[in-house]
């Protein structure tokens, strides 16, 4: 997915995109993702009349995580809104009106696969769960609680006071 900015803004027509990008390797590493569909990225780039280009559009795929409880697996639907600015710039280094909704380029074109990954990245939900009511996993024995409860001791003593037990 390449923008290239000369061409766009000679171009009557925004840039349209509909493509599928593989995230397989900005997920690579992380282990509570079991799988990841390629995104589909339907995003259209418009030039505007200071020499940026506007970008917008939809991220959407699948991915297979684990429950942050119990440690199923969960298919969660991803729907990313995704909006970047591009200003292409001779020494992006020393732009002195930094904005933070522009991102500064340097050279005649930009791929967009990073800026697609870096979203999906921060839409990642930060604890995935199975169900609202998952009750996750025993902490001493590891049993799955949804399936049943389990014969550990459960009582939460105060650690000011877990010194005590030991006299009675």
Sequence with gaps: ?????????????PLQFHQTVDVSQALKGRKDIIAAE???ADLKATPSVDGSVDVRGRLQGR??????????????HVDIPFHEVFQPVDHPDSVQDEDDDITYVQGESVDLTHYVEEALLLYLPLAPVCSEDCLGLCPNCGRDLNEGSCDCDTEVID????????FF
Excluded at 5 to 13: G, P, V
């Design 1 to 13: 997915m390449l923008i290239q900015f000369r061409k766009l803004t000679t171009s009557d027509q």
């Design 159 to 166: 650690p000011r006071l877990a010194g005590l037990k030991d």
């Design 38 to 40: 390629p995104l589909t």
């Design 63 to 76: 991915l297979e995580m684990k429950c942050s409880r119990c440690l199923k697996p969960v298919t969660e």
